[in-house]
Every structure is written in C-alpha cells, then in structure tokens.
C-alpha cells in the first residue's frame, strides 16, 4: 500500500476544502503548509502582495511541521494561483523537499483557468514523476460540493493506476 500525503497551502479557504476532499476520499495523510507571517486573507491587499511574492519568486518561512515528506511514497500536491503561477508558500516547500523521482499529482484552485499557472507548477517539478493534475476554477463560488467531488475522484483513480 502506498503512503500517501497531500500537501496544500490555502490562504482563503479553496484549497484546503479540496485537500480535504481528496485526503478523506484516499485515506490520506494531510500537511498545510502555514507561513510564519501569513497575509491578511481579507481585504484587497492580499492581491497586491499576494501577487508581488509569486512575482518575485519569494520564499516565505514556513511554520515547523513535524511530519517528513520524504516518508511518503506518493504526495499530492495543492495550491491556489496567484498572478499565474503557484504560491509562495509552495515554493518554499518545493526549495526545502528535494521531490525529485518521487511520485507526485498536482491541483490548483484559480479565478481563470490556471493553465500557465499549472505549466510552471509542473516545470518547477520536472524531475518528479507526475501521475495526474487537475484544475478547479473557483470552488466555493461555483459549485463546491461538485469540485469536491471532482477532486476526490480525481485522486481515487490516481491511487487505482498505482495499484494497476
């Protein structure tokens, strides 16, 4: 049997709803990600600086987590896309967790429809072996119970090709 994690980081709530899903739906091991000086999830500031750190390729210090990626087999990866690309916080973890040859499946939550944001997700794990990715635009204003849904199917037949 696989060990499997899923890894996320979520600023408004999307995310995590979906990492939820999927981690129920393949008895999974779950990580959020939590940085240490997180941004105001409220307001329209966390689009300027939101988006100034994914620009910049910023790095925010994550909080300790006491669970070690490496352990797993298989670790499915989360994040919303800001200014089209992933999150900072994920960038951080993908510079600590060498993840190359690993096994891994990619989701982003976005306003649009988060292609460019998934080709650079998928670039900065190019030594990875990537198995699936999925994209969900908005899941709380369209649909959450039908993008949960999605996910968790998703991630189920990604667990079944392991096994096949």
């Not at 994914?54 to 994550?62: D, I, R, V």
Request: glycine share 6%; hydrophobic share 40%.
């Amino acid at each position: 049997m696989e060990k499997v994690l899923v890894v996320f980081y979520s600023l408004t709530g999307n995310t995590k709803l979906i990492a939820e899903a999927i981690a129920n739906s393949i008895n999974s091991d779950v990580l959020e990600l939590k940085p240490v000086k997180e941004l105001n999830a409220e307001g329209g500031s966390k689009y300027f600086w939101g988006g100034y750190q994914a620009k910049m390729k910023k790095k925010p210090k994550l909080r300790e987590f006491d669970i070690n990626p490496l352990d797993y087999d298989l670790i499915i990866l989360g994040t919303p896309v800001w200014a089209w690309t992933y999150s900072p916080p994920i960038r951080s973890f993908l510079s600590k967790y060498d993840l190359s040859g690993k096994k891994v499946a990619l989701w982003t939550c976005s306003a649009g429809d988060g292609v460019k944001a998934m080709n650079r997700f998928k670039e900065a794990l190019k030594n990875t072996n990537i198995l699936g990715e999925i994209r969900l635009q908005e899941p709380k204003q369209h649909g959450l119970e039908a993008s949960k849904e999605k996910a968790a199917v998703w991630a189920k037949e990604i667990i079944q090709n392991i096994k096949n």
